[in-house]
């Protein structure tokens, strides 16, 4: 394979029909921020955002804001927009509460779709909340409901008539490989199960067609790909043929049919708006309008493109160059999300030695170090740089100090 130099990067850059929208987003100069997967960047119009936000609706409108500035509406309009980019229609995606408890909400919303089957299923090593929701769910279902979680190799074989719905989630967070959608679901229809996809590591990173691939329900994250800020609302998808079959566990005026009634007896509403639970986050939400706006515009095949490359070139520079760590993301494009694992039993104190070297990846405990290449605002010359910062710290033990190795509650 032909060995690489800086300059060859640098054409790269040169040529890349999305350099222009690292414009869009601000960043500390000098930085390299790998991860955008984790927590998207600022973008410009965020800032203009919250100040009118703030100040004009919030600050002058008040409580008329709720009509006139369309915050009652601000789930299914969201929703709509972000709808194009997963390949859902109009009116079965809402923006609201978090990936965590729109997993819940559609968990048990399956599950009594499902009457009469006992198993939910899902994989060892998903993200964390995905499977602890699920065992909370448990805890709370009738006494015959079990939470099965087995290895990827097995699942498809674990499906069957008793099993209610699979959880899982497409880009794996830690390792970065993705699931089959089509296939999965389709084995899973073959049972007669439903099928949730957790979406976090998805949205705005890779196309995704939830249509094309008829899943019944999805969730996803607000503040990774899709820029939205800390804590943004997450997103829920259920396809329209099960709307009315769908009962929330959580049913919240903001579900109800009519919510401004004020009546006693709950009565959900005849769309997808009966999972909505509370009032929503409405200063939150209008900062991750901005980052949907800013996806939305942009090709997402363009995207996907320049992330296989982004991701490939990584992958390739640490093989020729650090030996010292092992590749755990797929090889295999197909099957890659949009950023990159390596693992080394110091992981930590390397990810803190290139922290203070303004190149920012995380790490997940126990020795996986994660890159995050987010295709509208990560350059080339950030993949060669990050690799040579690596050569550089591992050739020179610049991890083994003290101060890298004091592990913060966030890592
Ligand atoms: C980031 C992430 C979440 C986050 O859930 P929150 O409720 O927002 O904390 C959930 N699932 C997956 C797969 C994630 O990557």
């Given at each position: 394979?032909?060995?690489?130099?800086?300059k060859d990067?640098e054409?790269?850059d040169h040529s890349?029909?999305?350099?222009?929208?690292?414009d869009?987003?601000?960043?500390?100069?000098?930085?390299i921020y790998?991860?955008?997967?984790s927590l998207?960047?600022?973008p410009?119009?965020?800032k203009?955002?919250a100040r009118?936000?703030?100040e004009?609706?919030?600050?002058?409108?008040?409580?008329q804001?709720?009509?006139?500035?369309?915050w009652?509406?601000?789930p299914?309009?969201?929703?709509?927009?972000?709808?194009?980019?997963i390949?859902?229609q109009?009116g079965?995606?809402?923006?609201?509460?978090?990936t965590s408890?729109?997993?819940?909400?559609?968990?048990?919303?399956?599950l009594k779709m499902r009457?009469?089957?006992?198993k939910?299923l899902?994989?060892p090593g998903n993200f964390?909340?995905?499977?602890?929701?699920l065992q909370?769910?448990v805890?709370?279902s009738?006494?015959e409901i079990?939470?099965n979680?087995?290895?990827?190799?097995d699942l498809?074989?674990?499906i069957?008539e008793?099993?209610?719905?699979?959880?899982?989630?497409?880009?794996?967070?830690r390792t970065?490989?993705?699931?089959?959608?089509?296939d999965l679901?389709r084995?899973a229809?073959?049972?007669g199960?439903?099928?949730?996809w957790?979406?976090?590591h998805?949205?705005?990173?890779?196309?995704?067609?939830?249509?094309?691939?008829?899943v019944?329900m999805?969730?996803?994250?607000?503040?990774?790909?899709l820029?939205?800020?800390?804590?943004a609302?997450?997103f829920?998808?259920?396809?329209?043929r099960?709307?009315l079959?769908?009962k929330?566990?959580?049913s919240g005026?903001f579900?109800?049919?009519l919510?401004?009634n004020?009546e006693?007896?709950?009565?959900?509403?005849e769309?997808i708006?009966?999972?909505l639970?509370g009032?929503p986050?409405v200063l939150a939400?209008?900062?991750?309008e901005?980052?949907?706006d800013?996806?939305?515009?942009?090709?997402m095949?363009?995207?996907r493109?320049?992330?296989?490359?982004?991701?490939?070139?990584?992958?390739?520079l640490?093989?020729?160059?650090?030996?010292?760590?092992?590749?755990?993301s797929?090889?295999?494009?197909d099957?890659?999300?949009?950023?990159?694992?390596i693992?080394?039993?110091?992981?930590?104190?390397i990810i803190?030695?290139l922290?203070?070297?303004?190149?920012?990846?995380?790490?997940?405990?126990p020795d996986?170090?994660?890159?995050g290449f987010?295709?509208?605002?990560t350059?080339?010359v950030?993949?060669?740089?990050?690799?040579?910062?690596?050569?550089e710290?591992?050739?020179?033990?610049?991890w083994?100090?003290e101060?890298?190795?004091?592990?913060?509650?966030?890592?």
């Amino acid at each position: 394979m032909k060995i690489l130099t800086r300059k060859d990067f640098e054409l790269q850059d040169h040529s890349d029909v999305l350099a222009t929208f690292r414009d869009e987003f601000d960043l500390p100069a000098g930085q390299i921020y790998l991860d955008g997967n984790s927590l998207g960047a600022l973008p410009k119009k965020s800032k203009q955002r919250a100040r009118e936000v703030v100040e004009k609706q919030w600050g002058e409108d008040l409580i008329q804001s709720w009509n006139k500035h369309h915050w009652v509406d601000m789930p299914t309009v969201l929703g709509d927009k972000l709808a194009g980019l997963i390949g859902a229609q109009e009116g079965e995606v809402l923006v609201c509460d978090s990936t965590s408890v729109n997993i819940y909400k559609l968990a048990a919303a399956a599950l009594k779709m499902r009457a009469g089957r006992k198993k939910i299923l899902s994989e060892p090593g998903n993200f964390p909340t995905d499977l602890y929701m699920l065992q909370g769910l448990v805890e709370f279902s009738s006494p015959e409901i079990e939470l099965n979680v087995v290895s990827r190799e097995d699942l498809e074989r674990q499906i069957d008539e008793d099993t209610a719905v699979v959880v899982l989630t497409h880009v794996h967070y830690r390792t970065s490989e993705a699931f089959n959608m089509v296939d999965l679901t389709r084995k899973a229809h073959q049972y007669g199960a439903l099928i949730i996809w957790d979406l976090s590591h998805s949205a705005g990173a890779l196309p995704v067609d939830l249509t094309r691939a008829k899943v019944d329900m999805a969730v996803g994250c607000g503040y990774k790909y899709l820029n939205g800020g800390p804590g943004a609302p997450a997103f829920l998808y259920v396809a329209r043929r099960h709307h009315l079959d769908l009962k929330t566990p959580l049913s919240g005026w903001f579900g109800h049919v009519l919510p401004f009634n004020f009546e006693d007896q709950y009565k959900p509403a005849e769309n997808i708006k009966r999972m909505l639970c509370g009032t929503p986050s409405v200063l939150a939400g209008a900062l991750l309008e901005v980052g949907i706006d800013i996806m939305c515009s942009v090709d997402m095949n363009l995207v996907r493109q320049k992330s296989i490359e982004l991701t490939g070139l990584f992958i390739q520079l640490i093989e020729q160059r650090c030996r010292d760590f092992e590749v755990i993301s797929p090889r295999n494009t197909d099957c890659r999300g949009s950023h990159v694992s390596i693992r080394h039993e110091q992981g930590y104190a390397i990810i803190q030695a290139l922290i203070e070297r303004n190149i920012t990846g995380d790490f997940r405990a126990p020795d996986t170090l994660r890159f995050g290449f987010t295709p509208l605002y990560t350059r080339y010359v950030d993949v060669w740089d990050t690799v040579d910062a690596l050569v550089e710290i591992m050739e020179k033990d610049a991890w083994n100090c003290e101060k890298f190795k004091k592990e913060s509650t966030v890592t």
